[in-house]
């Protein structure tokens, strides 16, 4: 899979995710950034897990959790669609989802292995995909979406969060 997905294959704000991911195959991108996040979350200095750029605002563990659900959502999207499934699947809304978690409960270490243990799970699901099932489309979030458009907004929400994490967090 190395040709991104057309404009046509996504809408909304899903694009804001889908341009930022790099070229090349989604497959190898998803199985690099397993390998650089887990890293780069491991390396994370202890007392700035709990920490919050502004009031209000996540904390780097909350942020963890967050892109750990995400992409389950995703993921499940992802397999429905993939599958043929044309049953529309609603939306949802994080601020609700984290209004019912306590990540900061958590130990960085029990959320980065549950963030490998999401990714290792979407990795055996694209690795199975057909290349029919790439092109198959269905609706989320009143969306028309294809099932690559859907491995893109993974890798890419990932990489949005991580640029806030290194930009407002770690500064």
Known sequence: MTRRPTKEEYGGHFGTYIEIVP????????????????????DLP???AESRYAPGKWSIKEVIGHIADTERIMSY?????SRGDR?????????????????DACSLSDLIDNYISVRKATLAL?????????????????????????AYVIAGHEL????????????
Request: glycine share 4%; net charge negative; charged share 30%.
């Open 160 to 171: 949005h969060h991580l640029r806030l994490v290194k930009t407002k967090y770690l500064t």
């Open 87 to 103: 049953t529309p699947l609603p939306g949802f809304d994080q601020d609700d989802y984290m209004k019912h978690v306590d990540f």
């Open 77 to 81: 999207r992802l397999l429905r669609i």
């Open 23 to 42: 070229d090349g195959s989604i497959v190898d991108i998803l199985a690099d950034s397993l390998k650089s996040t887990s890293e780069f979350l491991s």
């Open 126 to 150: 694209v690795r199975g995909l057909a290349d029919e099932a790439w092109a198959r489309t269905g609706t989320a979030s009143d969306i028309v979406m294809s099932a690559k458009a859907l």
């Open 46 to 48: 202890a007392d700035k």
